[in-house]
């Protein structure tokens, strides 16, 4: 049997009323969930702008670090490189010196073999008297150069001889005799000479003559005015 309440005014007012109430309270809540949407996107495009900078800067701090050690890196290599390279250079300097004083012992080896030789030869092929060995050296006075002479004689002679020797130096067109300690002395076999001569700062010599006179023999040479590092 039909209810006769189900349609009446007063359950249709009822309806009618609760619609409006519901229909009066969603269009508020949709209207502040809207606005809620809305500040939330505006407030995440805000915070992505400001930490965009943040995250730019981050990376190229990264770059510049590792572009610092690179850098850095290289030159630690550069310079192991630049003292192996020094090493090398002193090695060579130190094997060039060592091979000068290599051909220096050298040289004065095969004069003293030629000293040698000539000393011990038959008196028929030797001089008499002979200047076997003359040089010149930097001296520490200014105006001075320091000497060194060698005069022989054959071994036969057991008797000692008298010699004299005359220096002569000449340059520029100019000559000037040189004196030593003993111009005049006695040897048997050989005789050595050094000192320190003064040379005028106007004078430029040139080559130097040295006479070496011994009874009836002779012997004269000339050399040209060098000094010799010792």
């Known amino acids: 049997m039909p209810n006769p309440d189900r349609w009446?005014?007063?359950?249709?007012r009822r309806l009618a009323s609760s619609a409006r109430w519901q229909a009066g309270l969603t269009r508020p809540a949709l209207l502040l969930a809207a606005s809620a949407v809305i500040l939330l996107s505006v407030c995440m495009f805000l915070l992505g702008r400001l930490s965009t900078p943040a995250i730019v800067d981050q990376d190229t701090l990264t770059s510049l670090r590792a572009q610092a050690s690179r850098l850095k890196a290289e030159q630690e290599a550069a310079a192991v490189r630049a003292g192996e390279y020094a090493i090398i250079q002193q090695a060579s300097s130190r094997l060039q010196?060592?091979?000068r004083e290599l051909l220096a012992s050298m040289s004065a080896l095969e004069d003293r073999v030629v000293f040698y030789k000539r000393m011990a030869a038959p008196a028929a092929t030797r001089q008499r008297v002979d200047i076997e060995h003359f040089e010149l050296l930097p001296s520490t006075r200014p105006g001075h150069v320091r000497y060194r002479l060698l005069?022989?004689?054959?071994?036969g002679s057991d008797a000692p001889a008298?010699?004299?020797?005359r220096v002569r130096v000449s340059g520029g067109g100019r000559?000037?005799?040189l004196s030593l300690a003993q111009p005049r002395f006695q040897f048997r076999y050989y005789q050595q000479f050094s000192g320190e001569?003064?040379?005028?700062?106007?004078?430029q010599p040139e080559r130097i003559d040295i006479q070496l006179r011994s009874g009836?023999?002779?012997?004269d040479r000339r050399f040209k005015?060098?000094?010799k590092t010792p």
């Not at 008298?162 to 020797?165: D, E, F, G, L, R």
């Open 8 to 12: 009446s005014p007063t359950r249709f």
């Open 97 to 99: 010196e060592d091979n």
């Open 151 to 155: 005069v022989t004689r054959p071994q």
């Open 162 to 165: 008298t010699a004299a020797i």
């Open 175 to 177: 000559q000037q005799d």
């Open 197 to 203: 001569w003064a040379v005028p700062a106007s004078f």
């Open 216 to 219: 009836a023999a002779a012997a």
């Open 225 to 227: 005015w060098e000094l």
